[in-house]
């Protein structure tokens, strides 16, 4: 049965991120959470967190609610759950989607009366948990500072009072981070594809010694195999961004491509993989 009296935080979206922050801060009946996918109820059992089976139950009683879900979902999300939030309400959108995007969803949740925040969140959440990088704009954005800040997130910064600041600055940070990642990918394919894998680098360490490349290279593609489909959405979004701002997203889209053709994919590779850990 569930008990949301005592919930103020809402979560909608209960994968990576929900169930790491969820641990994490220890919000226990503190927050309720709801996921579209009925397998996730057993994490947020482990979570402690109030597990419900519909989105009003998670949202009802919230006065802070967390956006956790999948970048394609993020729009569809706050368009069909807006309606049952409390007036004032503070939705966080914390997905990684274009300006544009967020943009949208912020008419949807003020159109109902909620508040709507743009955060963007900069690094992984493991191992970082909730020393995660976050940056939070909007008309509300103080407010959402200070209740994330309350939540237990300890790295959280307001860059603006425009919704879709922060995501820009994700977005196009993003276009190198997941780029290098796809670059270095395609780099060891065709490397092991001609036999000429260490050579390539210690060649690149020849030339750079901050890190050896067998090291970069092996979590880079620790990344790519084990996220891949989620950050081949994450650079369609970027590429949104770049289209928005009149630049052709041509080294982009083929992240996005490389991304995606390679998740769930670590066997293509014979570098060690423990260099990533």
Same mark, same amino acid.
């Given at each position: 049965?569930?008990n949301?009296?005592e919930?103020?935080l809402g979560l909608?979206?209960? *994968?990576?991120a929900g169930?790491?922050?969820a641990?994490?801060?220890?919000?226990?009946?503190g927050?309720a959470a709801?996921?579209?996918? +009925?397998?996730?109820?057993?994490a947020?059992?482990?979570a402690?967190v109030v597990?419900c089976?519909?989105?009003?139950?998670a949202l009802?009683h919230?006065?802070?609610?967390?956006?956790?879900v999948?970048?394609?979902?993020? =729009?569809?999300?706050?368009?069909?759950?807006?309606a049952?939030?409390? +007036?004032?309400t503070?939705?966080?959108d914390? #997905?990684?989607?274009?300006?544009d995007?967020?943009?949208a969803a912020?008419?949807a949740?003020e159109?109902?009366?909620?508040?709507?925040?743009?955060?963007?969140?900069?690094?992984?959440?493991n191992?970082?948990?909730? #020393?995660?990088?976050?940056?939070?704009?909007?008309?509300?954005a103080?407010?959402?500072a200070?209740?994330?800040r309350?939540?237990g997130f300890? #790295?959280v910064r307001?860059? *603006?009072?425009?919704?879709g600041r922060?995501?820009?600055?994700?977005?196009?940070r993003?276009?190198?981070?997941?780029?290098i990642?796809?670059?270095?990918a395609?780099?060891?394919?065709?490397?092991e594809a001609a *036999?000429v894998?260490?050579?390539?680098?210690?060649?690149?360490d020849a030339?750079?010694?901050?890190?050896?490349?067998?090291?970069r290279?092996a979590? #880079?593609?620790?990344?790519?195999t084990t996220?891949g489909a989620?950050r081949a959405?994450?650079?369609e979004?970027s590429a949104r961004? =770049?289209?928005?701002l009149g630049?052709?997203p041509v080294?982009?889209?083929?992240?996005?491509r490389?991304?995606r053709?390679?998740a769930?994919?670590?066997?293509?590779?014979?570098i060690e993989?423990?260099?990533a850990?």
């Amino acid at each position: 049965m569930e008990n949301i009296a005592e919930s103020i935080l809402g979560l909608i979206g209960f *994968g990576e991120a929900g169930s790491t922050f969820a641990s994490a801060a220890g919000w226990e009946a503190g927050a309720a959470a709801f996921d579209v996918l +009925p397998a996730r109820r057993a994490a947020m059992e482990a979570a402690g967190v109030v597990v419900c089976a519909a989105a009003d139950g998670a949202l009802s009683h919230a006065s802070l609610v967390l956006s956790l879900v999948t970048a394609d979902a993020a =729009l569809s999300a706050a368009k069909d759950y807006a309606a049952l939030l409390k +007036p004032g309400t503070l939705w966080c959108d914390m #997905n990684s989607v274009a300006p544009d995007t967020k943009r949208a969803a912020a008419r949807a949740v003020e159109a109902a009366g909620g508040r709507y925040v743009d955060v963007a969140v900069l690094a992984p959440v493991n191992p970082a948990r909730m #020393n995660v990088p976050l940056l939070v704009a909007g008309p509300a954005a103080d407010d959402a500072a200070a209740r994330l800040r309350a939540a237990g997130f300890a #790295n959280v910064r307001v860059v *603006g009072s425009e919704v879709g600041r922060a995501s820009a600055i994700k977005m196009i940070r993003s276009v190198m981070v997941k780029g290098i990642e796809a670059l270095t990918a395609e780099m060891m394919l065709a490397a092991e594809a001609a *036999g000429v894998t260490e050579e390539v680098l210690a060649s690149l360490d020849a030339s750079e010694r901050q890190q050896a490349w067998s090291t970069r290279a092996a979590y #880079n593609l620790e990344r790519m195999t084990t996220h891949g489909a989620r950050r081949a959405a994450e650079m369609e979004e970027s590429a949104r961004t =770049l289209i928005g701002l009149g630049v052709e997203p041509v080294m982009t889209s083929g992240t996005v491509r490389r991304q995606r053709e390679l998740a769930g994919k670590a066997d293509v590779f014979s570098i060690e993989r423990e260099a990533a850990q």
